[in-house]
């Protein structure tokens, strides 16, 4: 049994598609005993009981055709990790799936939601109907998308939202910093039947680092030629604003920056907080790491539509340096309370752990070294930025505080394997063979989460699916009105 055992565990880490990796995975979990796991409801890591027992309730009124009831229970007991079901350690046990009785909870409230939007009840009138939708919907929360910053590594991004792409999983709401949103902004400016082609190798262009030299870094120019970089983004991102890409493609993208000048805020870019705003403008500026590109100006359309320069004064830089992962802010505007993180940063990756485990001795010990060490570098750079009079030096500091105290990770993260000689990629122009194996990389990386992904992200789906369906139902309703009044 080892050797079997032993067998596919090599079959699954050599598999080339996703459809080999499955089946050794479904192999191994029916000989390893974890599909005898995932059909015992019991286990530590979340309650069961109480999952049981809102199983049952929503059986019992759905079977009895009662919308009232079912909406009730629909209402009091969505909650986006109810009993624990979204944690980590549910995943750890088997190589598919999770606990059957999750599942089949997550079928039940994904039916009822649909039982409750395709059929009409007398206690539950239209109007009704859609307010429960939108209210219990938005309370319930969404998922984003969101991509860090890493120069060239941020190739890897290609392959998780080419994964997610393919198993009809990536959110609606994407958000990149620096590398990050090349790609967020390329996928976001392509239409649906435009992404299976973009997202080939041979159609990226990635030439983007363009050596000037180090001598001028001394007097304020820039390491790498910005001309260079704002050519490769042309070829790789549609010319548009964020309003006209969301009318396109329906994603909701939003791209980071930030100042270059000191004590200013940095800015989320997207279709509801700036429409007007040029998409390759914008991501140039998130790709400016200070002293390597050099600071950009936003440029968007007027009322005319005439491309000017937006907030001219002001000059923006690399989006991750403030604020890579945008968390806060993306939940303020579209109520997501749910992330799927691929994170790339250099700085960052080495100290990710990229096992989800109970807490032991050694993760406890090595969570306490990290955050000891982040709070040391953020604290002197706080002492350091208080005594320097020079703007410029003061600026750098300023970035390197914000760097110290963020936050890199999310509810789901999407990490590459630590490879020492990645650091030799950073601004290093790749070869379409290097673009292949980034990609690879991410989505092998990728399909381990697939799962996992899937039932955390099914609800709020089937309620924007639901919410759909009633719009266009209202909007057929309301064409019929105009129609009976003119006659």
């Known amino acids: ?97 999770t606990k059957r009785l999750i599942e089949e909870y997550l079928d039940e409230v994904c039916t009822s939601l649909h039982f409750v939007c395709d059929n009409e009840f007398a206690n539950l009138d239209f109007k009704k109907k859609i307010d429960f939708f939108e209210t219990v919907g938005q309370a319930f929360g969404r998922s984003a998308l969101m991509l860090s910053g890493g120069a060239a590594l941020g190739l890897f991004h290609l392959g998780v939202v080419k994964a997610l792409w393919e198993h009809d999983l990536l959110p609606k709401v994407i958000s990149g910093s620096s590398a990050g949103s090349i790609v967020a902004a390329a996928v976001g400016t392509h239409k649906d039947d435009e992404l299976e082609a973009k997202l080939e190798p041979e159609n990226l262009y990635m030439t983007a680092f363009k050596y000037i030299g180090w001598t001028g870094i001394f007097k304020g120019r820039p390491i790498l030629d910005g001309d260079h970089l704002e050519v490769c983004l ?58 390597i590109f050099p600071p950009v100006t936003l440029w968007a359309k007027n009322v005319h539509g005439e491309k000017v320069p937006y907030i001219p004064t002001r ?70 930025q208080s005594r320097i009079k020079n703007n ?24 590459p394997p ?14 379409v063979e290097d673009v292949r194996a980034f990609i690879k990389n991410g989505e092998r990386t990728t399909w381990p989460k697939l799962d996992m992904i899937r039932n955390t992200t099914r609800i709020s789906s089937t309620f924007t699916e639901c919410r759909e369906k009633l719009d266009r139902i209202e909007a057929e309703k309301l064409e019929r009105l105009k129609l009976v009044s003119v006659k």
């Open 418 to 431: 630590r490879r020492p000689s990645n650091i030799l990629k950073i601004f290093k122009n790749p070869t």
């Open 234 to 291: 042309q070829e790789n991102i549609a010319d548009m604003t964020f309003e006209e890409a969301y009318r396109e493609t329906g994603l909701e993208i939003n791209v980071t920056v930030s100042p270059y000048d000191r004590h200013q805020q940095s800015r989320l870019l997207n279709w509801r907080t700036s429409p007007h705003v040029l998409i390759r403008k914008a991501v140039l500026a998130s790709c400016a790491v200070p002293a």
């Open 392 to 415: 410029d030096i003061a600026l750098l500091f300023d970035k390197a505080h914000s760097v110290a105290q963020q936050k890199y990770i999310g509810d789901i993260n999407i990490i």
């Open 315 to 384: 000059k923006w830089v690399d989006g991750s340096v403030n604020d890579d992962l945008p968390v806060g802010r993306l939940a303020r505007l579209y109520g997501v309370n749910h992330t799927i993180v691929s994170q790339t940063n250099p700085h960052v990756v080495p100290f990710i752990t990229r096992d989800e485990k109970a807490p032991g001795p050694f993760n406890l010990l090595r969570t306490f070294a990290v955050r000891n060490v982040q709070l040391n570098a953020k604290l002197s750079l706080e002492v350091i």
């Open 1 to 97: 049994m080892a050797a079997k055992l032993r067998k596919l565990e090599k079959a699954i880490k050599n598999a080339a598609t996703y459809e080999e990796w499955r089946a050794a995975c479904a192999e191994h979990d029916r000989l390893s005993g974890a599909d005898e796991w995932k059909q015992v409801d019991h286990s530590p890591f979340y309650d069961y009981e109480l999952i049981r027992a809102r199983l049952s309730e929503l059986r019992r009124a759905r079977k009895k055709r009662d919308g009232h009831q079912l909406v009730f229970h629909l209402h009091e007991g969505l909650h986006g990790n109810l009993g624990n079901i979204s944690n980590p350690m549910l995943y750890k046990q088997s190589k598919l799936g």
